[in-house]
């Protein structure tokens, strides 16, 4: 290639193929000698294994350098870049730049565009090459694209063609026939990496094959005869006339794994058989030409190809040349710098007035990403790359489509395809399905004063037949932005949330499209309220310890109510001339002088929990008030209680006139507390606000006489984690009630794995279905208890696997619970659990 790097380059005949030698157990030097050998004639794959293989043997730190530019070729990207960075990490500043351009390359193709862009920033920072500058500008253009671009492109599927086409080693150069019945391609056929020597010499040549489409799929492909496929030869690269009787393919060979030679042939016939193949006359010389593709322009036949002859600009370039007669073309005329860059543009397509190709001197997601320009008879149009589906990270080329146009073909080496050697080394043939009709719905979260809103997820639900369906969630960490493909005559829900922000909902269907269309919705969110981040307890104020809890008719100290005890006794601990009242109160259901005596015991219970601990009972006034003093909401009481302000008394005559049995019930809650305030000693203290505040309980809430199979049920203290909080009508749902929904795992080493689970009981009034559970990747439901159903009053238990592999730092995770039950407003139920951890690496 001119003006780059021979190591800079881009792979052969729009693949990475894989050819080695055999392997034979040497000593440390004739290991090396091998290595060496092999590296010199371009036998990569052979070449790494030796190479590794001996630094296993000495680690050899001289032969890092080569070790990762052999990863490179071979297109295994991950493992070299991890190699090019152990090579930075010890290189002084300004050496080595050029591995500084490649490590940025290597971190683009992985998704690391952010880090690219800053090693990118690093090699302009030194550079004085001007072409490789103008590429690193390039890709730094693109990988500021890649987080532009929507995740989705709307109406289009591309899948890998599968194990009937695709072997491990690379396939490429698809070429559909008019009716998108009859496929041509070139591949190796073979499921390892091709091991050169006389026995298997002609299994190491790429060839052309055929596969049929049925109503099956696609047939075994078959091998075309030996007028096109010529012998020890790589054949490739097969574009048809319109009428489908001209063949041109391209006849290359190979230097170990480096296009050494490459012309373009033509045969006439067509699928009942072809002719002996000749060279084309007019575009092949002493440079390479390969990729032929028919096209017109100006009204009459030309023939695109890709060729490095001299003045190019920069890599392979795209040329056309008009027919003139049967296999014979007038001189080459390059495209032009619109089309063409310092970068390498390969394997064109035309098709009615469109120009689809690769490049990698345009923005792009990683290394060859596809393109399209349009022709209006005179020039060629900016070109626009063709976004997610068609590109991704690695290299996308060679697209194809059929005379509708709503089927194709392009070639990848995406992780998700076959392969022989690393993730990323081989070619797939991958199926483009267009939709004729399509639809899909752009969604945006923000605040209510419209600023952007990042961190939330956003549910796509059907609701056919007015039943949820299998929500479909997003959750963006950085961006607000959400794109979904939706289906036809289909009614939707879209659910918003964020864990700072009360969720909102919509409703549309895509009934009776006649035409593409996208959906818009944007979302502005309520916040919830905050709460103070530290409390001030001042002398003689009553402050409500929210944990301490009692289970009906009984005084015993529960174990989740010692959190808040702790807490006064470091307090008291702290301040030693402190003295406080622990004062008990009920609700006014019940008789008067047994509601005092009860709360009397009750405070008694936390003097002594307090007591053992070591404080003097003289410091502790118990006092049991049952019923006389109502509560008097507080602001934050207000906040999480929508049907109170702030300075409402809690008073038999106000709870009568609230609106709902389940409002009053609430209200009866808060009157059920206990409390401590100061009485002598420091005037005020600031403490932490989360000291005091309510756990997730790992029983049920007080005070009510419902039990459930034993296990007491509260169904109206509905947790913030669930889409039924601040409801005021629950009658007729069910209520998915957790013994403990939040939980704390503490320290987990990195690599570690956790089971633990939750455990619920239904404590509504009707039937509860699990949906759907969504959690992230480190999140495994184990039970998966997806489709079951839990009547009133039974229990369930979510058993959950935790992979911290992944993990680098404390995390609370949630696992949000879809029902296939809606809430009185049509929503669909959705509850959240919890759990929270702590990592270390040692």
């Known amino acids: 290639m001119k003006n780059i790097s021979i190591l800079i380059l881009l792979f052969l005949l729009s693949c990475g193929t894989l050819m080695a030698q ?20 371009r036998n990569y794959v052979y070449a790494l294994e030796r190479y590794e293989e001996a630094y296993e043997d000495k680690e050899d730190r001289s032969l890092i350098d080569t070790i990762a530019w052999l990863n490179f070729q071979i297109r295994d990207y991950r493992r070299a870049e991890r190699w090019f960075a152990r090579i930075l990490r010890r290189a002084e500043e300004g050496e080595l730049n050029e591995y500084r351009y490649i490590y940025g390359q290597l971190l683009k193709m992985n998704e690391s565009y952010d880090e690219a862009v800053e090693e990118f920033q690093k090699f302009l920072a030194q550079s004085t090459n001007d072409s490789l500058n103008n590429l690193a500008k390039n890709e730094m253009a693109g990988a500021e694209l890649a987080k532009e671009l929507p995740q989705t492109m709307k109406g289009v599927t591309v899948e890998n063609a599968g194990r009937d086409l695709n072997s491990k080693i690379s396939e490429y150069s698809p070429t559909l026939a008019s009716n998108g019945q009859e496929l041509y391609f070139a591949t190796f056929d073979a499921n390892d990496v091709i091991y050169v020597d006389e026995k298997n010499k002609e299994s190491s040549y790429a060839l052309i094959y055929k596969s049929m489409k049925d109503d099956n799929g696609w047939e075994k492909p078959k091998e075309l005869g030996g007028e096109i496929n010529r012998p020890e030869y790589h054949n490739s690269n097969v574009s048809l006339s319109k009428d489908g009787r001209t063949m041109y393919f391209t006849r290359a060979q190979l230097e170990g794994n480096v296009l050494s030679e490459s012309k373009v042939y033509y045969s006439t016939g067509g699928s009942e058989g072809w002719s002996g193949a000749q060279e084309v006359q007019g575009i092949n010389g002493d440079y390479l030409a390969k990729h032929p593709a028919v096209g017109e322009l100006f009204g009459k036949e030309v023939l695109f190809f890709v060729s490095d002859m001299p003045g190019g600009y920069g890599g392979f370039d795209i040329y056309y040349a008009t027919k003139t007669g049967e296999g014979a073309f007038a001189d080459p005329v390059n495209l032009g710098d619109v089309i063409n860059t310092a970068g390498d543009d390969e394997t064109p397509y035309y098709r009615d007035g469109t120009l689809y190709f690769s490049s990698t001197g345009h923005p792009g997601l990683g290394g060859f990403d596809i393109f399209y320009s349009t022709w209006d008879g005179t020039r060629w149009s900016d070109p626009i790359n063709m976004g997610r589906g068609y590109n991704t990270s690695v290299d996308d080329q060679s697209l194809t489509l059929d005379d509708e146009g709503y089927f194709g073909m392009l070639v990848s080496n995406r992780p998700d395809g076959r392969s022989a050697y690393g993730r ?73 949330t964020h864990p700072d922000y009360f969720p ?36 003689e ?66 003097r002594r929990w307090l007591v053992r601990k070591g404080i003097s009972r003289d410091r502790i006034v118990a006092k049991g008030y049952g019923e006389s003093q109502p509560q008097t909401v507080s602001a934050r009481a207000a906040a999480l209680n929508g049907f109170l302000k702030e300075g409402d008394v809690l008073t038999p005559g106000f709870i009568d006139s609230l609106s709902t049995e389940e409002q009053k019930e609430v209200a009866h809650e808060l009157n059920r507390r206990t409390e401590f305030k100061i009485i002598e000693g420091p005037t005020t203290i600031t403490i932490k606000s989360t000291r005091l505040r309510k756990k997730e309980s790992t029983k049920p809430g007080p005070d009510r006489e419902s039990l459930i199979g034993g296990w007491k049920a509260d169904t109206t203290k509905i947790s913030m984690l669930s889409s039924l909080y601040g409801k005021d009508d629950l009658k007729g749902l069910p209520i998915m009630q957790f013994k403990q929904r939040v939980l704390e795992l503490g320290t987990v080493k990195k690599g570690e794995k956790r089971r633990f689970s939750y455990e619920f009981v239904n404590a509504g009034d009707a039937p509860l279905t699990i949906s759907l559970l969504s959690a992230c990747d480190c999140t495994t439901i184990e039970n998966d208890p997806t489709g079951d159903t839990f009547h009133p009053g039974e229990k369930g238990v979510i058993e959950v696997l935790f992979d911290s592999s992944e993990k680098e730092e404390a995390e609370e995770i949630d696992i949000d619970i879809f029902l296939e039950e809606s809430d009185n407003e049509g929503i669909p139920i959705r509850e959240t659990v919890q759990y929270r951890f702590d990592i270390t690496n040692s």
Do not use: W
């Open 424 to 496: 990323t080394c081989c070619n797939d043939l991958y199926t483009v399905t267009i939709a004729k009709l399509y639809a899909d719905l752009v969604t945006g979260l923000f605040t209510i004063d419209k600023k952007p809103l990042p961190g939330g997820t956003v549910y796509l639900i059907p609701t056919q037949d007015d039943k949820p369906g299998t929500p479909d969630s997003k959750t963006s960490e950085d961006g607000n932005r959400f794109d979904f493909d939706l289906g036809l005559d289909m009614p939707y829900m879209v659910i918003a």
């Open 22 to 41: 055999p392997i034979r157990k040497s000593s440390y030097e004739q290991t090396l000698k091998a290595a060496r050998e092999s590296y010199k004639t």
């Open 541 to 606: 104020e009553p402050i409500v310890l929210e944990n301490i809890l009692y289970d009906f008719d009984d005084d015993r100290i529960r174990e989740e109510a010692e959190s808040d005890l702790e807490v006064v006794y470091e307090l008291m601990t702290e301040y030693p001339d402190m003295k406080i009242e622990l004062s008990s109160h009920t609700d006014n259901r019940g008789n008067d002088q047994y509601n005092e005596d009860l709360s009397q015991r009750r405070a008694e219970s936390a």
């Open 504 to 539: 909102d909902t919509m409703q549309f269907n895509t009934v009776g499209l006649t035409e593409s269309k996208t959906f818009q919705h944007f979302f502005y969110l309520k916040p919830k309220p905050k709460l103070p981040e530290y409390d001030t307890i001042t002398i």
